[in-house]
Nanobody, 114 residues
Framework: QVQLVESGGGLVQPGGSLRLSCAASGFSFSSYAMGWYRQVPGKQRELVARITSLGTTYYADSVKGRFTISRDNAMDTVYLQMNSLKPEDTAVYYC????????WGQGTQVTVSS
């Protein structure tokens, strides 16, 4: 079965950086698009970034220029490098795959606060 295990979240000050990782298993990783979503309590889950099987990237306007999504097909891992973090980036971040688009793992908490 599809498994997506997020890690790398934590508490960081505004302007700081974090790198999130998502270890995928249970499917042919390189064949599918991957992405990151985030969610805060009481709000809709929001697409942050995605990367296709060919490496084409997309970013939400709110993170463009600050976040970078990448993938390592040899390691079945997708990353989200987050720079210049803002308090409004605070959320639970979830990994996503087009292989099983309605599946969600446990997520990883990112808190940006001074």
């Amino acid at each position: 079965q599809v498994q997506l295990v997020e890690s790398g979240g934590g508490l960081v000050q505004p302007g700081g950086s974090l790198r999130l990782s998502c270890a995928a298993s249970g499917f042919s990783f390189s064949s599918y698009a991957m992405g990151w979503y985030r969610q805060v309590p009481g709000k809709q889950r929001e697409l942050v970034a995605r990367i296709t099987s060919l490496g084409t990237t997309y970013y939400a306007d709110s993170v463009k220029g600050r976040f970078t999504i990448s993938r390592d097909n040899a390691m079945d891992t997708v990353y989200l490098q987050m720079n210049s973090l803002k308090p409004e980036d605070t959320a639970v971040y979830y990994c996503w795959s087009s292989r099983q688009s309605n599946y969600w793992g446990q997520g990883t908490q990112v808190t940006v606060s001074s």
